[in-house]
């Protein structure tokens, strides 16, 4: 199974994500890195994604290709990240096939009402609880 996380910026969320999934589904999933920026990838490999790529382009490219996506909220908000997610990318993100997994985090531009007030652990832990249910349903 190939689950795509996505991040931007200096990548430190979704290097978080993929420490968390490497240690407790190990190698049985594919994880492919994909940062708005070269830095976020690097930082996402350091923590143990099996391959990256970087950019609006790479991003369309290997979503098409993914079971699962795993990201924060701004994924789907064009030009949210400081700019770094174009429209084409949160379009390309919200209409691919692959199952998405959004974390919701605060937005400067956006009030998203109804988000909880979790630390970033609690909601990381929420994800796996969604990715081993991702997980157990694929393998049924």
Same mark, same amino acid.
Request: glycine content about 10%.
């Given at each position: 199974?190939?689950?795509?996380?996505?991040?931007?910026l200096? +990548?430190?969320?979704?290097?978080?994500?993929?420490?968390?999934?490497?240690?407790?589904?190990?190698?049985?999933?594919?994880?492919?890195?994909? +940062? *708005?920026?070269?830095?976020?990838?690097?930082?996402?490999?350091?923590?143990?994604? !099996?391959?990256?790529? *970087?950019?609006?382009?790479?991003?369309?490219?290997?979503?098409?290709?993914?079971?699962?996506?795993?990201?924060?909220?701004?994924?789907?908000?064009?030009?949210?990240?400081?700019?770094?997610?174009? *429209?084409v990318?949160?379009?390309?993100? *919200?209409?691919?096939?692959?199952?998405?997994?959004?974390?919701?985090?605060? @937005?400067?531009?956006?009030?998203?009402?109804?988000?909880?007030?979790?630390?970033? !652990?609690e %909601?990381?832990?929420?994800? %796996?609880?969604?990715?081993?249910?991702?997980?157990?349903? @694929?393998?049924?």
């Open positions: 199974m190939k689950i795509a996380v996505i991040d931007g200096g +990548g430190g969320f979704g290097s978080q994500i993929i420490n968390r999934i490497k240690a407790e589904f190990a190698d049985k999933l594919d994880i492919i890195a994909l +940062g *708005t920026n070269a830095i976020a990838t690097s930082k996402m490999l350091q923590s143990g994604a !099996n391959s990256g790529a *970087t950019g609006e382009n790479a991003l369309i490219l290997n979503i098409k290709y993914v079971d699962l996506i795993v990201g924060p909220v701004g994924l789907i908000i064009p030009n949210s990240m400081k700019g770094e997610i174009t *429209t990318m949160a379009e390309a993100i *919200t209409s691919c096939d692959a199952k998405k997994i959004i974390i919701g985090m605060k @937005q400067p531009h956006v009030k998203l009402v109804g988000l909880s007030k979790k630390s970033l !652990n %909601l990381i832990e929420d994800l %796996l609880v969604e990715i081993r249910s991702f997980v157990k349903n @694929q393998n049924n």
